[in-house]
């Protein structure tokens, strides 16, 4: 259900007009792009609370915040950090500030930046109007704020051994959109771990999307620190060719609203889609998750694992739907989302939900919430380790499953540092 009310009816669109307006650098094309973007946002209906998908989300905060700025996005190259900036040495760097993207030395041919390439017109072809009814929100409200993208594309069999690494800065009282484009060529593969630092007081509408070829393997990680009365909104669409395989992970610490949008299709015969991912919002933050997998070829995988762990007065939500169309036969897919709330006060709203056309499929689903086992518990007190560090090391414990599943040493020691209840467990 959502709010009978258009976008359009609440405020007025002026104070976009200057945004829409952009120096003579950036194509027609991109111009008009992002005025149709801005017509189609406006004419859809507002998102509604009472949606099992938008529960707890505050879409009247983010919309107020977003219809209220004089700028969206101040892009000052002064504010840009040098080339001394702290960057991995062993991975490809990109970097994220103020609606722009950068590397502090040269990018290799198979990764390019929007506003630093001279032909944009190679850009042209990413950048359709998303008609797409199931998110036709957040991806249209990307499109009318975004500056700037990042492509990613190899070549056929190329094999990327260096991790790419893209860190989205801090901002402050900022409207900001970055935009990801990865596309994995036949028999190529990629690694990337994206790190969303800590934001106050913007909104930031983020939109990544995925093509694999056959035979290509992607990885991708996904950090996303506490954004601190900041709306973080994140989209993805993943589509997937004969024999690709996708392995996701991402861990989100919340915002005052923080959600990510999945869309998965599995096109090709024997892909293969492993999404895990966990929540650990605190204090009044909310952390949600919406995914879709569709399977639209025969001997297709799934695999979904969602944890979340909620303190304080802190709310999560969980919604996913793994359907198999009726002439799909093969199929395999699992869904499991575990929630351990650690306060009387948080609140979790989880909904898993198999759509399944055909008998030739082996799929199951399950969803559990609950506190600490207080026999557990207790029996690591008699030990004698006091209770907040068992109780800490029994949360460490179940987030650790997921953890544990990284193949990347690097990236595992990185995501075991950034919380505090495993730093200390081996």
Known sequence: ???????????????????????????????????KSLDQFM????????????????????????????????????????KSIESDNDAI??????????????????????????DKNIFKHLFKLDINPQRPFLSDMNAIIFSDTLLIKTLQNQKVDTEIHIINHSHYDSIIAPRVHIHVAENSSLKIFEHVKSSTQSVISHLMTIFCEADSNLEFYKLIEQQKDTHFL???????????????????????????????????????????????????HHSGNQLRVEHKANKTKSRIKIRGVLNDQSKGVFFGKIKVNEDVLGTSAFMENKNLLISDDATISTQPILEIYNDDTECSHSATSGSIDE???????????????????????????????????KIKTLLQNNFQYIDNQS
Not at 380 to 405: D, M, T
Request: charged share 25%; with cysteine; hydrophobic share 35%.
């Open 375 to 409: 026999e557990k518990l207790f029996y690591i007190q008699s030990r004698g380790i006091p209770e907040i560090a068992a109780k800490q090391y029994l949360i460490g414990s179940f987030i650790k499953e997921l953890i544990n599943e990284i193949t990347s040493i």
């Open 1 to 35: 259900m959502v709010n009978s009310k258009k976008i359009k009816s609440l405020f007025d669109n002026s104070k976009l007009d200057l945004n829409l307006s952009l120096s003579s650098e950036f194509p027609d094309w991109f111009q008009d792009f992002k005025q």
């Open 234 to 284: 994140s989209t993805h669409t993943v589509q997937m060719a004969e024999n690709s395989k996708v392995d996701f992970f991402s861990w989100d610490f919340g915002g005052k609203t923080s959600t990510t949008n999945t869309l998965a299709e599995l096109d090709g015969k024997k892909s293969e889609f492993h999404y895990s991912a966990l929540f650990t919002p605190s204090d009044d």
């Open 93 to 118: 760097c990109i970097h994220f500030l103020n609606g722009e993207y950068f590397a502090s030395s040269d990018l290799p041919d198979h990764i390019m930046i929007f506003s630093k390439t001279h």
């Open 43 to 82: 004419a859809h209906n507002i998102p509604s609370i009472t949606d099992s998908e938008w529960e707890y989300t505050k879409i009247d905060s983010l919309l107020e915040l977003l219809f209220n700025r004089e700028v969206l996005n101040r892009i000052d190259p002064k504010e840009l950090p040098d």
